[in-house]
């Protein structure tokens, strides 16, 4: 019987050592019995110049095995997995069906089990990865998702807890089809491809993938964004050409960019004034409206763009709060504290006080842009008649 064969993809460099210095002859020995029984291998090293996920694959018995080995260097918080979804791209795109996807731990020199850390290991479980050591390394049982709920309050609760760093978002709109918007420049892309592929296996909706452009970059790289369009996923890229082409046609703006930066700087969709967590009728609510921007004089095109996908200028407000903050039945003063119009009906004004709960917007949301433009919206409105909801 033929001996289970090994190919290294790469000559992966770590420092001065090369890829086949990192994977020792016991490393692969064990990998070997962990997926064969077998400790005897053969081992060719593909030196081809192309470096795909710190992978290797071994073949047995008419089956591949995809292994992606994890870096020795913690480094940003990205760093570590950003071999990863280069791995599974290349397993997705095997044409051999009797094939497996797993994951094995090198000795790390730090912490590799932060909140981050642990959320990203659920991702790869739940794209279908299995861990072949995690219980040398890890304390804690990883589990896949089950949900796609799961995946965005896990999202947001991490959210939380590094505000500045976070890249790729998940939310569902009001047709039921599950948006993941995503950046694509450096390790920000590898999240971004691991989210679509984890979020695929397990999600009852369809998907759409918006490319958040960053920097030059508009897209994906080819092969991972290949793979996604494969399972059926819709890719939008969205770039400044588009945002410029909407904005010029409409007097409101759906802007991906736009979404992206509420998703940002508010997190999941949440209607700030009654807490209807719905993400089908959550909507994101300009406080400068797109068409008072338009009818601006003093500032140029691009300018007028800026402002009308700037995060800061927005709410999450459900239907029924966007619509009564669109006509100005709402108002939001500058202290955030929310006031109503004093001449509708009384039966209406119950009803609002009933179903708003919310008559405070929180300190963290009253940025002194935010500000700028509930000035802006304000000033063609009289407050006189409006009254705080109390």
Not at 171 to 200: F, P, R, S, W
Not at 295 to 323: E, F, M, P, S, Y
Request: glycine share 4%; proline share 3%.
């Amino acid at each position: 019987m033929p001996r289970p064969h090994f190919t290294i993809k790469n000559r992966f460099q770590k420092r001065s050592e090369l890829y086949e210095d990192i994977l020792t002859a016991d490393i692969l020995r064990d990998v070997c019995h962990r997926l064969t029984g077998r400790r005897d291998y053969t081992v060719t090293f593909d030196d081809n110049g192309y470096n795909i996920g710190r992978l290797a694959t071994l073949e047995f018995n008419g089956t591949i095995n995809y292994i992606s080995f994890s870096e020795f260097e913690i480094g940003s918080r990205n760093s570590f997995f950003q071999s990863f979804p280069s791995a599974l791209v290349k397993y997705h795109q095997e044409a051999n069906t009797n094939k497996n996807i797993y994951f094995y731990f090198l000795e790390p020199d730090g912490n590799i089990e932060t909140a981050y850390f642990i959320f990203m290991y659920r991702l790869m479980k739940t794209a279908g990865t299995v861990f072949l050591n995690e219980t040398d390394y890890l304390v804690n049982t990883i589990n896949p998702f089950n949900s796609v709920s799961d995946i965005i309050v896990q999202r947001d609760l991490n959210r939380g807890r590094n505000r500045g760093n976070a890249s790729s978002y998940v939310t569902v709109d009001e047709n039921d089809t599950l948006q993941i918007y995503g950046k694509t420049y450096g390790a920000n892309k590898y999240e971004t491809t691991l989210l679509c592929l984890a979020i695929h296996e397990i999600t009852p909706y369809s998907m759409e993938l918006y490319e958040i452009q960053e920097g030059d970059l508009r897209q994906l790289p080819r092969d991972a964004r290949n793979v996604i369009l494969s399972l059926g996923i819709n890719v939008i890229t969205s770039d400044l050409i588009l945002e410029r082409e909407e904005f010029e046609r409409n007097d409101s703006l759906r802007s991906p960019t736009y979404i992206y930066n509420l998703l940002e700087k508010l997190g999941e969709k949440k209607c700030s004034l009654c807490d209807c967590e719905i993400p089908q009728i959550i909507q994101g609510a300009h406080i400068w409206p797109v068409a008072s921007i338009k009818r601006t004089n003093n500032i140029n095109l691009d300018v007028k763009i800026q402002h009308a996908i700037d995060g800061d200028n927005g709410l999450w407000l459900c239907n029924n709060h966007h619509k009564l903050f669109d006509i100005n039945l709402l108002y939001i003063s500058t202290d955030g504290r929310l006031k109503y119009k004093t001449d509708i009906e009384q039966n209406h004004e119950t009803y609002l006080r009933d179903f708003t709960i919310n008559s405070q917007l929180p300190n963290d949301i009253l940025t002194p842009t935010f500000i700028d433009y509930l000035e802006k919206r304000n000033r063609v409105l009289d407050a006189g008649q409006y009254s705080y909801v109390s």
